[in-house]
């Protein structure tokens, strides 16, 4: 009877315990059992490749990955517009004889004006995301950071198809220089 009143307290504090870092998780925004690594720096993960029995753990890393995004915002041409061309017209009148003259006099006369064109820009955003698998081996024989090595990924990877890149249009985001000039438009 003592050992199953051991047992069932024993068992209600694993529970508990239990409970209660399934809730730790919970408050953190984790569900409990999905994605509990922890953060480190690369040069510890480099660290772990080369000398996992120095850690914690005592066993290399596996199932990295590492994922790569280029995000560059650009402007480029959007719809021209069209700004109204001042236009001017004067008829300037004189008058000769041999013996007089008639004072010049001017004349404005209407003129339809013409419109000219000018330029608006959107800018976007072109986002390329990779993600791409790596060993220890590769991770310990990486000759430049990490930073270059994901730079050179995304260069590589677009210069092979530029169709990977993502373009999306930033809403709202103009410039036009028909503005100055009585166009309007939205910085």
Known sequence: MLIRKTVFVFTAMCLASALAVASEFQIQGQEPGLNTSRQIAFEELRARCERPEQFDVQKAPQNIKIQCTDIRREWVPAVPG????????????????????????????????????????????????????????????MKSSIGEFCISVLDTAKAANPKLVEVREMEGRLIDTCGGTGGGGKH
């Open 82 to 141: 069209e700004v109204p061309l001042p236009g001017m017209r004067r008829v300037v009148l004189s008058m000769f004889s041999d013996k007089f003259h008639v004072g010049a006099s001017a004349q404005d006369v209407p003129v339809y004006s013409k419109s000219g064109t000018c330029q608006r820009f959107k800018e976007i955003e072109k986002v390329l995301t990779l993600e791409r698998p790596l060993s220890c081996a590769e991770i310990v024989g």
